[in-house]
């Protein structure tokens, strides 16, 4: 079978790469779309390897082996910084940035071995299909990086299926899971080569299902810039939706719907002593200790400048209260290495029947939280701000 015939699939996977790479570049701005771009990029240099270690793996005549065996570990080396600039992208947009960049941190150990291991490991070349394929224990244990990477990210998104959007569970979850299936064909029959296809796939997935222009427009909308939680506008938006699904005589839920309202404390002593950026630092941290500890919610929202409300659908208010005992607890904690403190009322409620609407659970839970803030400040008058 001819050579062109073999890579038609490479060549039409590096096209697609490369659009959607300059696409991606012309309508998002370079801090939006780095992820995205190194993602491709992985992708379309371990395609564009893919085509030509298919070559010289058929050209050992012509082709020095030292020059093939090279080739090969770059091609393996691309598949591994793929798979885990996507487990990375995945643990970005669900967990928090401090906590993702430990994640992230923690994990780069995997590839980084992989790296000093692939010298010292064998490629074997065998025949079949038409065609010449490597294998051997570089091989095999890149692919297992590769499996457990994917497994990882798909453990990560479904661990947060609250917390994401619904085109990303049902666009990229299943991409995950193909994934998957595809390395594991691969090693049972590798003369299918199917890791080029496989990770155009998930690239163009990935683009549509999180790093769309048109849906990065809308998300932007919604999204509290100096946070990244939700804002105002979305959440407006989301009540109105839900007093008619919820509350609605037509087509009521029965499933309860919770809220938790949130008021930062000592926000105005920060700025005074410290300054408004030193306040915008407290905000970010608030959010930071909200999305960390409130992770039944189903979104949490900056709605003024020192409040917040978590929202949670089908939960209890005994769950709700242990979620805001874990977020007091972990403000104390962070207090103890900032020099100011981090403090934060907070007061739930769940709708009940005969609840007329979500502003009654929303005023309701406002009330607690009122009165929690009288009771910390019974108990703390001034906020100690450590100079």
Not at 189 to 205: H, K, M, Q, S, Y
Not at 263 to 272: E, H
Not at 341 to 361: H, T, Y
Request: net charge neutral; aromatic share 10%; hydrophobic share 45%.
């Amino acid at each position: 079978m001819s050579i062109v015939l073999i890579l038609r699939e490479e060549i039409v996977c590096i096209v697609t790469l490369a659009f959607f790479m300059v696409y991606s570049r012309l309508y998002s701005r370079a801090d939006e779309c780095r992820s995205f771009m190194r993602i491709s990029g992985y992708a379309l240099a371990h395609v564009i390897l893919d085509l030509v270690t298919v070559i010289t793996v058929n050209h050992t005549d012509s082709v020095p082996e030292a020059v093939n065996c090279l080739l090969h570990y770059a091609f393996y080396i691309f598949a591994v910084l793929f798979c885990f600039e996507y487990f990375s992208y995945t643990v970005r947009i669900t967990q928090t940035a401090a906590k993702a960049k430990k994640i992230i941190k923690i994990t780069s150990l995997l590839p980084l071995m992989y790296f000093v291991f692939l010298p010292f490991a064998n490629i074997e070349y065998l025949y079949g299909g038409d065609t010449y394929y490597s294998m051997g224990t570089s091989v095999y244990i890149g692919y297992g990086l590769a499996v457990l990477l994917f497994a990882a990210s798909t453990a990560n998104l479904l661990a947060n299926i609250k917390r994401i959007e619904k085109i990303v569970l049902i666009t990229v979850v299943p991409m995950d899971i193909i994934m998957i299936s595809a390395l594991v064909l691969q090693v049972i029959f590798p003369e299918l080569l199917l890791t080029g296809a496989c990770v155009t796939i998930v690239t163009v997935g990935v683009y549509f299902a999180i790093d769309n222009p048109a849906e990065k427009f809308r998300q932007h909308a919604y999204i509290d810039i100096n946070t990244g939680v939700k804002n105002k506008n979305c959440f407006e938006e989301d009540i109105r939706r839900l007093d008619k699904k919820y509350f609605g005589t037509a087509s009521r839920s029965d499933t309860p719907l919770g809220i938790v309202v949130c008021d930062l404390n000592g926000l105005k002593s920060v700025n005074d002593v410290y300054g408004h950026i030193a306040g915008d630092e407290l905000i970010r941290s608030a959010a930071e200790v909200l999305s960390d500890t409130m992770r039944s919610a189903k979104n949490i929202y900056r709605i003024g400048g020192d409040e917040f409300v978590a929202l949670y659908i089908g939960a209890s208010s005994d769950l709700m209260e242990k979620e805001i005992s874990g977020m007091k607890k972990e403000c104390t904690e962070r207090s103890k290495k900032s020099r100011y403190p981090l403090s934060i009322a907070a007061g739930c409620a769940v709708s009940e029947s005969g609840c007329p609407s979500v502003n009654d659970v929303i005023s309701s839970a406002d009330k607690r939280m009122y009165t929690d803030k009288v009771m910390m400040k019974e108990q703390n008058p001034t906020v100690s701000i450590r100079r």
